[in-house]
């Protein structure tokens, strides 16, 4: 099946830091999407992309749908105590989404 | 705002029991979806369905599991003989068009 390669696995940053993490995927996709995990809940999207080249940004948050097709990075801005989680990429080609590794964020105070 | 709705929202269960866990679609979605996340890992897809009938199943999906909507409105997944490894968050996952939305998950446990 299609495998996504998700980093870094974790990032450990200070309050008002940026942050980048991206996915690589050996086949193409037409959507790439973004979504937060809390613990305990189920994933919520963040951002979502439709075509290759494609950046869109949701307030602090960016994303882009790489040229490829298959790769995406996200990015934050000004990273915010709430940031905390874990952030998974999704690439959707017809129904089937398939996600990445995730990513956990850790805000250090 | 709509939401997808799940329950039980923790099941434990003895080693080849059978599971039903159970999902309530956003009233107007066609798609309905079931992923599995083990403990630490990744979101894993299961399987899709649409028109009553599943469109798209994973390899983890195997005659163990079955989907159905029995009412028009529930969206279940059924585990036939549970095993150990079944443990994990299953979401399930309704969509219009566009945005996947995502239920909070059931919790399954195996002993």
């Known amino acids: 099946g299609q495998q996504l390669n998700q980093s870094p696995q974790s990032m450990f940053i200070q309050e008002g830091e940026d942050v980048s993490m991206n996915c690589t995927s050996s086949?193409?996709?037409?959507?790439w999407l973004w979504y937060k995990q809390d613990p305990g809940e189920g994933p919520v999207l963040l951002i979502a992309?439709?075509?290759?080249?494609e950046l869109t940004s949701n307030g602090r948050l960016t994303a882009q749908f790489g040229i490829t097709r298959k790769d995406s990075f996200l990015n934050i801005s000004a990273s915010i105590p709430s940031d905390v989680g874990i952030y998974f990429c999704?690439?959707?080609?017809?129904?089937?989404?398939?996600f990445g590794t995730g990513t956990r964020l850790t805000i250090i105070p | 705002e709509p939401e997808v709705t799940q329950t039980p929202s923790h099941q434990v269960t003895q080693m080849g029991q059978e599971v039903i866990l159970r999902c309530v679609p956003i009233?107007?979605?066609?798609?309905f979806y079931w992923y599995r996340q083990i403990l630490g890992q990744k979101v894993e897809f299961l399987v899709s369905?649409?028109?009553?009938?599943?469109?798209?199943k994973s390899e983890i999906f195997d005659d163990q599991f079955s989907v159905e909507r029995p009412d028009g409105s529930n969206f279940t997944l059924k585990i036939r003989s549970t095993k150990l490894e079944d443990s994990a968050m299953y979401f399930c996952?309704?969509?219009?068009?566009?945005?996947?939305?995502f239920g909070e998950g059931s919790r399954l446990t195996v002993l």
């Open positions: 999704a690439g959707q080609l017809e129904e089937k989404l398939t």
């Open positions: 086949s193409i996709f037409n959507t």
């Open positions: 992309l439709y075509k290759a080249g």
């Open positions: 009233s107007n979605h066609l798609y």
């Open positions: 369905f649409y028109n009553n009938e599943i469109s798209e």
């Open positions: 996952a309704t969509q219009y068009t566009g945005e996947l939305f």
